[in-house]
């Protein structure tokens, strides 16, 4: 069967999208494959091991992702965006039974769900400290594994997978919050209504260039639903211009300006022209309450607000969008059901079914050991950086603490009971990490005073 990959691992938004994307029918007969990273995912694509690849592009509140753009200008260059859709986010609190939020220390998530509630975090967890992960999932699974006073960003489903509880809904600062994720393939879409056309172009470092490349599409009436800078990556000063245009490239006006653009001599890539995936959802509305930029950005609206929040844009998600296209309703993530699987997660959720999951086979097990063993990379470097710090604190040749290393031995052992694991085994780790921590600080040679 031929795949599709996401960046996972399970329980993240793309996981979600990509239900989302096989439910409505277009594309039934591929196989979900979770990938640890939005490269992974790309590469797959362009290898040709995956059929197509799930990413997102951009967030009505922070604005583009910038390592899809990236990797779309810069590495994987024969790609191309074949269907789109804009779908509402909504972010939980999430901790182990019993945490409350007064009491959370730390709070995991991916970058950009964190800045998704900075607002919220800064109110009511002012004293937390914000700790990245590569995804919402991979937050909830270091919660759910940790004794620590910590909580996550992320889904209901993560919360279920892992065992969490949610300690506070809906916590994203715009209520209208929406990530547009886009397929990609190796072909762009067919000509149809409702079109979209994807570029990135460069123009030479003189007056007027960049006004004179837009008026090719303003004189023949196209209309730009999004313009973007990104540094070209070549020297300070140079940018890469990324335009969605409303139109196929096969339309004559669109054609047209693509050439005359092209013969100004500008670097052109052609992301793709390609349909949202509910046909006929009508236009980007005006903007309202609620997070303009995603209006802005290609947002299409069935003309209901969506339930997301006041004068959400979402058009696949509208109650409309969904009666049309007979998909079931929202879950409590604010998204579609998948198709329903019996058996499958809802059910064992709602205690229905009893009988054991089959598990994912080996390919799928490795990603995610690959996906933790990079969370495990990262935090292993943050606490060298912290182990570092503290040195530079204590005087040169006083730098072993035995009294703490008992501490820190003592904690790993207690959370590694907890967790189900053998105490001595984590101790063992937790010693060669000091003994690493204080070659790092013997050589850094302590505070001089
Ligand atoms: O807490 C400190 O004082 C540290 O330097 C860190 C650390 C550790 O790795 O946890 C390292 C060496 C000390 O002997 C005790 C603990």
């Known amino acids: 069967m031929a795949k599709i990959g996401y960046l996972g691992p399970p329980g993240t938004f793309s996981e979600l999208a990509l239900q989302y994307y096989l439910a409505a029918g277009e594309q039934r ?31 009505s509140s922070e ?19 074949q269907k789109e859709m804009v779908l509402p986010v909504e972010h939980h609190l999430l901790a182990r039974p019993g945490m409350t939020v007064a009491a959370v220390r730390r709070v995991l998530s991916h970058p950009q769900a964190l800045a998704q509630c900075r607002g919220y975090l800064r109110r009511l967890l002012p004293g937390a400290l914000e700790m990245e992960t590569a995804s919402t999932a ?14 996550a960003i992320g889904t209901r489903a993560a919360a279920r997978a892992c065992g969490l509880s949610v300690l506070a809904e809906k916590i994203n600062d715009c209520q209208s919050n929406a990530t547009r994720f886009v397929v990609l393939g190796r072909q762009d879409g067919e000509p149809g209504a ?6 990135i172009f460069s123009v030479a470092d003189r007056p007027g260039e960049l006004y004179s490349a837009l008026a090719e599409f303003a004189r023949r009436g196209i209309n730009l639903t999004r313009i973007e800078s990104r540094p070209a990556r070549s020297r300070l000063g140079e940018y890469l211009f990324f335009i969605d245009l409303a139109g196929h490239r096969q339309d004559a006006p669109v054609k047209e300006a693509l050439q005359a653009l092209a013969a100004r001599g500008a670097g052109l890539r052609l992301l793709g022209s390609y349909r949202p995936l509910e046909e006929g959802a ?8 609620g997070c303009g930029p995603g209006r802005a950005a290609g947002c299409r609206s069935g003309g209901s607000s969506g339930p997301g929040g006041e004068g959400c844009c979402f058009a696949v998600n509208s109650q409309a969008g969904l009666e049309k296209t007979g998909l079931p309703e929202r879950n409590g993530d604010g998204w579609p059901h998948p198709a329903y699987v019996p058996g499958g997660e809802a059910d064992r959720a709602a205690g229905v079914c009893r009988q054991e999951p ?5 390919p799928e097990l490795r990603r995610q050991i690959d996906a933790v063993d990079a969370q495990l990379v990262d935090l292993l470097v943050q606490r060298m950086q912290l182990v570092e710090q503290v040195g530079r604190l204590k005087q040169a040749g006083r730098i072993r603490d035995y009294a703490r290393e008992e501490e820190v031995l003592r904690r790993a052992g207690e959370h590694a009971r907890a967790a189900g694991v053998r105490p001595e085994l984590m101790k063992q780790v937790f010693q060669l990490l000091i003994r690493q921590a204080v070659e790092i600080q013997d050589k850094s040679g302590g505070a001089q005073v």
């Open 194 to 199: 409702g079109c979209k056309t994807s570029l």
């Open 63 to 81: 604005g583009a992702v910038n390592r899809t753009q990236d990797l779309l200008a810069h590495r994987f260059t024969g790609l191309f965006i």
């Open 138 to 151: 991979a937050a909830a699974a270091m919660v759910a594994a940790s004794g620590e006073p910590w909580a």
């Open 282 to 289: 009508g236009k980007a509305p005006g903007r309202g309450a």
């Open 358 to 362: 089959v598990g994912p086979g080996l």
């Open 29 to 59: 007969d591929l196989e979900p494959v979770c990938l640890p990273s939005l490269d992974d995912v790309l590469a797959g694509v362009d290898r040709g091991e995956l059929a197509a690849g799930l990413v997102p592009l951009e967030n």
